[in-house]
């Protein structure tokens, strides 16, 4: 009675267990031929089964085809297809699977790959080749940073052109503004002015000159400011350097003074403000050069 009882009781045990079977429909396949590989699980009693992702089961050299789970109560079944397109004997190996709280393990298997194929046989492609007719979207999706790239470039490109222009402009316009300048010195050299004391003409012409040169060279309203705000006006805006800004203030002051009679400079002098202000007119390159590596910077 006694060993009734535990053949009984083994009986029992076997069949509410859960059972791990796993089956490989083939051992030996073609390159690139379909096989099934699967795992069930019987007698579940409704517990949960985890195992590897979907997709991400089976080896590096094993191309899943399709990846199915069927779960039921009390049973659960996982199919794979898979192909592989490599000669050679690859493993599938003993997986985990995980029921409630217990791992248990399939069984393991190889798979022979060979290549069926003889020479001078015709070889078709698994599945067609498809033709796909793409839209004006489509292929701006495929080509638009190409387009894109190419439009950066050509902008990029147009900015350097024109900056290199601006700047054979401006220096171009700033040597022809400072020829024409020392002409206009020249000419009201030639007119005597100074040999004959004529200090009042003199400097009438050389401060108009000069108010014409600063204005067209370094942008400032010198000949609509009087002599007092320009003088403020050169300190603040920095454009000209201090040596310039010295001798415009000097030479404009005493402009002034002798149009309203309060001084009665003699030619040393008139020949020193004239030299000056042609050695302000040259030393403008500096000046102008200056504020454009401040600018860049």
Known sequence: MKKLFLIFTFISAFAYSQTVFSTLDKKRIALGEPNVYKIRIQNLGG?????????????????????S??????????TIEFAVFQEGTFKIPAFDVKIGEEIFHTVPYEV?????????????DIMKNKEVALSMRDYWEVYKWYVLGFLILLAAIFIIWQLVRYGRRR??????????TL????ALKKKGFMESGDYRSFYVELIDISRNFLTQQYHIPA????????????????????????????????????????????????QKDFDDIIALV????????????????
Do not use: C, W
């Not at 022979?112 to 078709?124: L, P, R």
């Open 69 to 78: 789970i069927s779960k039921k109560p009390d049973s659960y079944e996982r």
């Open 171 to 180: 220096k171009s316009a700033s040597v022809v503004m400072t020829n024409q």
């Open 223 to 270: 000949n609509v400011l009087l002599t007092d705000d320009l003088v403020n006006y050169m300190k603040q805006n920095q454009t000209i350097s201090e040596e310039n800004e010295k001798v415009i203030e000097d030479i404009f002051l005493r402009g002034d003074m002798v149009k309203f009679a309060k001084t009665f400079p003699d030619q040393t002098a008139m």
């Open 282 to 297: 040259k030393r403008s390159s500096n000046d102008l050069e200056f504020e454009k590596l401040r600018k860049d910077v």
């Open 47 to 67: 517990k949960d089964v985890v195992s590897a992702p979907k997709n991400e089961l089976l080896p590096f050299h094993f191309e899943e085809i399709n990846d």
């Open 112 to 124: 022979e790959v060979v290549n069926t194929a003889q020479k001078g046989d015709e070889i078709s």
């Open 183 to 186: 002409k206009d010195l020249d």
